[in-house]
């Protein structure tokens, strides 16, 4: 098994630099490429059991959104341009869930692109790509 670069993504400007980064590197290095998108879901939610039916009905309607909507798209421009990149989708806390893809799938570097927020708003809500460089088991390449 080769190495593996895994991008997160989530549709934005910097995400697509994130993958034409990573696509560039991996290609240099002979390395598969996972495109990894997480749907914020908080766990410490209390539900009644219809309001978890329709939890469950808006998560399959998420998840075929992101795959139509954004994992499909970047996988076709990649293929196009002679990649074989892969695609997971995960609920959770965006940088946790990244980082339990990246040991879960054994990638040896992380890229994700960087958002553009206000130093205020990241100072106070905190931002994915922060934490994600935090936590992360292994290297990880914050893309501008």
Same mark, same amino acid.
């Given at each position: ?11 934005? !400007? +910097?995400? @697509? ?10 290609? @240099? ?7 990894? %998108?997480?749907?914020?879901w ?10 978890? #039916?329709?939890? %469950? ?7 075929? !959104? ?8 970047? @996988?076709?421009?990649l293929?196009? #341009? ?5 695609t ?6 965006? #940088? ?10 054994? #990638? ?8 553009? @927020?206000?130093?205020?708003? /990241?100072?106070?809500? +905190? ?13 990880? /390449?914050?893309?501008?």
């Open positions: 098994m080769g190495q593996l670069f895994m991008v997160g993504v989530d549709g934005s !400007d +910097g995400c @697509r630099r994130a993958v034409d980064f990573a696509a560039d590197q991996a290609a @240099r290095a002979g390395a598969d490429l996972l495109l990894v %998108h997480v749907i914020e908080s766990r410490y939610e209390f539900l009644s059991p219809s309001e978890v #039916a329709e939890r %469950h009905r808006q998560r399959e309607r998420e998840l075929e !959104d992101a795959q139509t909507r954004l994992l499909d798209p970047l @996988r076709d421009r293929k196009a #341009a002679g990649a074989e990149p892969r997971v989708i995960r609920f959770g806390h965006g #940088a946790e869930e990244l980082c339990s893809a990246a040991a879960e799938n054994k #990638a040896c570097q992380v890229f994700i692109g960087r958002r553009g @927020r206000s130093r205020v708003t /990241t100072l106070l809500f +905190g931002g994915v790509a922060g934490a994600l460089v935090q936590m992360a088991p292994v290297p990880v /390449t914050v893309v501008p």
